[in-house]
């Protein structure tokens, strides 16, 4: 995919820093990243923006991962968008609620560009 748009959503300005890098070693063709410190401003960006993929966090202050990923249907611009949760959350409980809310895909912190990789790819096929 050409000029693809992505939103990392995550408190720690170096941790969106860190998931833009492994995107771009992965491969993945990225035009113009977006970033937000938590899921209320999260859903503002998208109020505003259209993007394709979307990386997010559980843990964040005002409004958290799970949360985000349950309105984002009532946001326009992104009911359809991919979300793909990156976390140090790793019990199955998280993951299955990560899923049942919405998200696409699950990685864990750490992680390696091939793990990226290897979930994100999919999804944007």
Not at 60 to 82: I, R, T, W
Not at 100 to 109: E, Q, S, V, W
Request: with cysteine; proline share 3%; net charge negative.
């Amino acid at each position: 995919m050409d000029n693809m748009r992505v939103l990392i959503v995550d408190d720690s300005s170096v941790m969106r820093k860190i998931v833009e890098r492994s995107l771009r070693q992965a491969g993945i063709n990225i035009a113009q990243v977006l970033e937000a410190g938590n899921g209320a401003e999260a859903l503002s960006v998208l109020n505003q923006e259209k993007v394709h993929l979307i990386l997010c966090d559980i843990n964040m202050p005002v409004m958290d991962g799970l949360e985000f990923v349950k309105q984002l249907s009532s946001v326009e611009n992104a009911k359809a968008v991919p979300v793909v949760m990156i976390t140090t959350e790793s019990s199955e409980g998280h993951v299955v609620q990560a899923l049942t809310a919405g998200a696409r895909g699950y990685i864990r912190k750490p992680f390696t560009a091939d793990q990226v990789k290897e979930h994100i790819l999919p999804l944007l096929a």
